[in-house]
């Protein structure tokens, strides 16, 4: 993990490696653990090397690389010093990585079965399930809820939330912290999105009642640990279709009196993106605005 520095950079004599003059300093070749420019010049040392073997990086997300041969494709994901590398060729998956093991220090960990919180699971039937039953634990017990009673839904259907209250909530920066990881979570767990959006809108004030509903998400992971992300396989008898689901509720925000919409889309039978968000007010001509 140490990247080449292009900065001069000096430090103090660590500890055990100290000279008679207390007066030198240390020059720094590469970056070591904890310096600031670390992440940047080891990430820039990564990319560089995929770069040479012939990846391509992804103009959608930075920490994604592609490499592509004749009819295969290699797809290798990267988080610090985390890959998960994939592919349509059991053979050229492993070329590549006995090639980025002659460049680097490789520890190969088999099947993917846990990164960054999410948990993969591989069903008899070839499907893929992902879930974060161990990352919501660790937050149950983060916020005192893990021994809470389980619920059937994150939310009510006619909950109305605003921003104007007088039941402050004593602490705002756990309420983020709460919130912060529930986005997280959404990651597999796309039913909560709805929730989850609506208590992310008051980061910045929020109210005992705000609370309660973040309550009432945790309640319903509780009993839906163990819930995920299913990805199975497709019919290869059938085209892959993509299908789009689209609703919003109508100006349910008591404050705003703006809508929130949702969205699901499908490639093939597999649910591939989907979000919740509040609608933008959109700029409409003087004379339509002077009409309504």
């Not at 605003?162 to 979570?185: C, E, I, N, T, W």
């Not at 597999?188 to 809108?201: D, G, H, L, W, Y």
């Not at 008898?237 to 509720?249: E, V």
Request: charged fraction near 20%; hydrophobic fraction near 40%.
């Amino acid at each position: 993990l140490n990247g080449t520095l292009e900065e001069t950079v000096f430090m103090i004599q660590p500890p055990g490696f100290e000279v008679a003059d207390k007066s030198l300093v240390c020059r720094l070749n590469k970056a070591i653990y904890g310096l600031k420019q670390a992440p940047r010049q080891w990430f820039d040392r990564l990319k560089s090397t995929l770069l040479q073997f012939g990846f391509v990086g992804s103009k959608s997300d930075s920490s994604l690389f592609i490499y592509r041969h004749q009819v295969d494709v290699v797809y290798l994901l990267v988080y610090v010093d985390d890959i998960i590398l994939t592919g349509s060729s059991a053979t050229l998956t492993q070329q590549l990585t006995n090639r980025l093991n002659t460049a680097f220090s490789l520890k190969q960990l088999g099947h993917l079965d846990y990164f960054l919180g999410l948990e993969i699971k591989y069903l008899s039937n070839s499907a893929i399930l992902m879930t974060q039953s161990k990352y919501i634990r660790d937050l149950l017990h983060k916020t005192h809820m893990a021994e809470a009673h389980s619920i059937s839904s994150p939310m009510v259907s006619n909950c109305k939330l605003s921003k104007h209250g007088a039941d402050v909530f004593h602490d705002p920066s756990l309420y983020r912290s709460v919130v912060g990881a529930l986005q997280y979570a959404t990651l597999t767990r796309p039913e909560i999105s709805f929730a989850v959006n609506k208590v992310c809108q008051f980061m910045a004030a929020p109210l005992d009642s705000h609370l309660t509903v973040v309550k009432r998400i945790l309640r319903y992971l509780k009993g839906t640990l163990f819930h995920g992300l299913l990805l199975q396989l497709a019919s290869i008898k059938n085209p892959l279709a993509i299908r789009a689901f689209c609703d919003a509720d109508w100006a349910s925000d008591v404050d705003d009196r703006r809508s929130t919409s949702g969205t699901a889309i499908f490639l093939g039978p597999n649910l591939v993106s989907w979000w919740s968000r509040k609608q933008k007010v959109t700029a409409r001509s003087s004379t339509e605005a002077e009409y309504r």
